[in-house]
């Protein structure tokens, strides 16, 4: 089934040219079932690619979806148009009464920050906050897991020497969790990151259970089931191109980077990478947006007290 989607969103050209199934809006009010209803919190710059890839791998689920955009409200955007913001995208101020079947809550340029000094960690907090009683399940991604980690679990990351950057091969650890099925034992994961959550400081905590890990970058999927959170450390949503824009980018700003781990053929920057990742992306988005299906009740507003009930429509 598809995902619904504004008419006119920029995204909606390049999703329809690569065959992921959409419903535009005007269609999907005609229809009498109940899209599953999914927020996505978009802290990245470019908030037009981040979009478009999470659409890429929603849109691949059997189930019609229903998107709300959300940024922060208390941090000014300077890489996306403050048009494309104002018609697509709204605040959480603005969607604070409503309940949501899920929330995705994205990685973000800050992670040699402490928390405490991103400019709009009040914000994250409260929302991460709302989301225990108004959102019945949640996936973060990269410095959006790792806030997650912290805010709910205390779990502090690590700075790395040097920026880990590359395809990294990870194993399934825990075969058992529906997030997984279908995987391979052994699979490609983009990582791109200046920090980690170490499988120590996860051990112990009995909430938490790590699914996939690798052996030279660490911890990837980790499991709060009782919670219904999500956590992903690296970047299946990634396109094959986001590794060397990031490398180029890099490079003009005199920051010396390596060359990304097991990423361009030869290791030659001058060739073009290949995607390697994209059926495990699939999965794992279809494997959750299932798992949010099957568990979360059709009246949303149940999710929270009577007195306290959220708007759905």
Request: glycine fraction near 6%.
């Amino acid at each position: 089934m598809p995902i619904k989607i504004p008419n006119n969103l920029p995204g909606r050209k390049t999703l329809e040219q690569e065959h992921v199934p959409l419903i535009l809006e005007d269609r999907a009010l005609r229809q009498d079932i109940r899209p599953l209803q999914i927020a996505i919190l978009n802290l990245m710059p470019d908030k037009e690619v981040t979009e478009t890839q999470l659409l890429r791998a929603l849109g691949l689920s059997p189930l019609q979806i229903e998107i709300t955009l959300l940024h922060a409200g208390t941090h000014q955007s300077r890489n996306t148009p403050q048009e494309h913001l104002t018609a697509f995208y709204r605040t959480h101020e603005d969607v604070k009464d409503k309940c949501f079947d899920a929330l995705i809550v994205t990685g973000a340029p800050v992670g040699h920050l402490p928390y405490e000094e991103v400019g709009y960690w009040p914000e994250l907090t409260r929302i991460f906050d709302w989301a225990r009683t108004h959102v019945y399940s949640s996936l973060s991604i990269c410095w959006g897991a790792m806030a997650g980690l912290y805010h709910y679990e205390g779990i502090d990351k690590r700075r790395l020497a040097r920026k880990r950057s590359g395809i990294y091969r990870h194993r399934v650890v825990n075969k058992a969790s529906p997030l997984v099925a279908g995987f391979d034992d052994f699979f490609d994961v983009p990582v791109s990151r200046h920090t980690e959550v170490s499988a120590g400081d996860i051990a112990g905590r009995a909430a938490l259970e790590v699914l996939v890990e690798a052996p030279d970058s660490g911890v990837f999927i980790v499991e709060d089931k009782a919670a219904r959170r999500v956590y992903i450390l690296n970047h299946l949503e990634y396109d094959a191109e986001t590794l060397q824009k990031e490398y180029q980018r890099d490079l003009a700003a005199g920051l010396n980077p390596q060359i990304p781990h097991n990423y361009f053929p030869a290791n030659d920057p001058r060739q073009t990478p290949q995607i390697t990742w994209r059926a495990h992306r699939t999965l794992l988005f279809t494997n959750w947006v299932n798992a949010v299906y099957q568990g979360t009740p059709y009246d949303l507003s149940s999710l929270v007290a009577q007195e306290a009930a959220c708007a759905v429509a």
